[in-house]
């Protein structure tokens, strides 16, 4: 009898591994100025393992003492920091069988250079909370407090598109100028690449669209009283209409991203009258077509997540690894 009563245990034992084992990971990246170890992100990680009891969760850095890590989050290049990233996640077994990911502001746009270049282990679903995927037109105001983000506002300033600030100043890598596209994508160095804006068509890299359109789901959330990230509808892959094609007709009888602008200000092209949507540079438009999109609006200013974040995180992380 005591025996069984032994085997049964450990027989519910296994199944129990088994079944925590079997739940997809989840990465998450964190934006701007803050580190991968911060109370706040820790806080976090703790509340999805609360909702999904026995997930693994790797909270991305770029360097392991929280203060280098911070700084990277303004100073650094782009381009390197998601191939040390690749390699990092390359090299954590638990992720060996693919992952969901969340990246908070900046984060997101830079989970999608990986999805986009690497996504090897693959991301299953992407949450995005108010990053700049067609990038920013205006750099954030800083805390008056906070010398780390004025020192490198003040100089990405000073010439955002030069050889320096595309090398070595975060913010810049995403800068979107409407009224200076020429040279955004001709000297710029992160953002124009993984949207595949090029001056040569022959130019584009086709894999970015197969890598995007591979998701399950791409959920691109957008905090309705964002004034940090300028134009907010770049978490919908929104961005200003330049001054020079204001008058252009829109086309009609589309169905058009939701636009959330206020009268009297600047014109936003929503993301399915992109260019790189229609002619789907990237593979959004087949991921869409393919109803793998998801656009949530949140209450509150950039990042002031509140409970928006609860019922993505029920849905679209802690999944079955088993199931595709």
Known sequence: ????????????????????????????????????????????????????????????????????????????????????VAHQLADIPELSRGFDAIGFSQGGQFLRGYVERNNSPPVHNLITFGSQHMGVSDLPVCNPWDLLCQVARRAANRGVYSEWAQENLVQAQYFRDPQRLLQYISSGSFLPDINNEVLLPSARNSSYADNLASLNKLVLVLFLQDKTVVPKESAWFGSEQPLEDLTMNQPSGIDQTPMLSAPNTKDIIPMRLQTLYKEDWIGL????????????????EHMQIGDCWKDLVAEWVGGSLSVN
Request: aromatic fraction near 10%; proline fraction near 5%; glycine fraction near 8%.
């Open 1 to 84: 009898m005591f025996p069984s009563i032994v085997l049964f245990a450990g027989l519910v034992n296994l199944v129990s591994s088994a079944a925590v084992n079997d739940i997809r990971p989840l990465v998450i990246w964190h934006g701007l100025g803050d580190t991968y170890a911060s109370p706040g992100m820790d806080r976090f990680q703790s509340e999805v393992k609360e909702m999904h009891p026995g997930i693994f969760i790797h909270s991305i850095f770029i360097d392991e003492d929280p203060n280098a890590d911070q700084r990277a989050s303004f100073y650094g290049n782009v381009n390197q920091q998601i191939v040390q």
């Open 285 to 300: 438009r087949q991921l869409d077509e393919s109803g793998g999109i998801e656009f949530v609006a949140c209450q509150g």
